[in-house]
């Protein structure tokens, strides 16, 4: 009764689904290995060649080639889904288990990575040295700009304080800062060196509108008063004989 028993609960078990299977290489039907069971078993040594690289991985001998590729990615830097596996020149799924495909301790393996993953890093890598080189652009115009600011702010006092300015130049530096804008325009940028540029962009436009605001000031200046040059002249002369009032006469 007691064998009856175990064997009624182990079938109770397989039924309620604690046993669970996956179809291996061939189509063989096995119970799915565990992980934890995998790691407690032996352990071999995989010799994994990586272009001029060589790699000694050691890992449990039921491991999957999809288990290698997680353990290479520390030694590699590639995510599982860039790596290609190959032993024995063919190349090997995730699922498959390496001891059921005669990888052995000391067997070598073979790493490529991906073509598809390697063109869009070399894709990344461009976008990279295209955004640094208009990066550096920009930065150059900056620099020339900052000076340009420098002078601005500089006119930009004198003007406000009611001097007048060499209108030559105030168009020279609106010159400049055109020449300015048209090489930030000639910058083809994207990502980061675009907000840049943008930037630098808006700076220059606000320089030439004060620019501007400095040369209808300086045609037309007024005292921090209001009252204009024309008022600021002598008071004409009159005869001797005639004589000033604040009196107005009254027209209908």
């Known amino acids: 009764m007691k064998r009856f028993s175990s064997s009624r609960r182990a079938v ?9 299977w996956e179809l291996r290489p061939g189509g063989m039907l096995v119970q799915k ?7 407690s078993g032996p352990m071999i ?13 050691t890992v449990p001998a039921q491991s999957t080639f999809g288990d290698l590729k997680k353990v290479l990615v520390q030694e590699t830097g590639l995510e599982p889904k860039e790596q290609r596996l190959l032993f024995q ?17 000391m067997s070598k393996v073979v790493l490529l990575e991906d073509p598809a993953s390697k063109e869009r890093k070399l894709e990344e ?21 900052v000076q340009l600011s420098d002078k601005v702010n500089a006119l930009e006092g ?45 700076r220059v436009q606000r320089l030439v509108d004060t620019l501007d605001n400095m040369k ?3 045609s037309n200046p007024f005292s921090s008063s209001g009252k204009s040059e024309a008022f600021e002249c002598a008071s004409p002369s009159f005869p001797s004989s005639t004589r000033i009032t604040h009196d107005w006469e009254v027209f209908d």
């Not at 020149?89 to 301790?105: I, N, Q």
């Not at 976008?127 to 020339?144: D, T, Y």
């Open 45 to 57: 040594k995989i010799k994994v060649s990586h272009g001029s690289f060589h790699h000694d991985i």
């Open 158 to 202: 004198i003007v406000h304080g009611g001097t007048k300015v060499d209108e030559k130049e105030l168009l020279g530096l609106t010159e400049l800062l055109m020449v300015q804008l048209l090489q930030l325009d000639t910058i083809s940028a994207n990502g980061e060196a675009k907000v840049q540029r943008r930037a630098e962009v808006r």
């Open 12 to 20: 109770n078990n397989v039924v309620k689904g604690e046993i669970k």
């Open 125 to 145: 890598m461009k976008r990279n040295q295209s955004v640094l080189k208009a990066c550096e652009e920009v930065a150059k115009v900056r620099a020339e700009v």
């Open 216 to 218: 209808a000031r300086n």
């Open 89 to 105: 020149g063919k190349e090997k799924d995730d699922g498959e288990c390496l001891h059921m495909v005669g990888v052995k301790d």
């Open 33 to 39: 290995r565990d992980m934890g069971d995998a790691s």
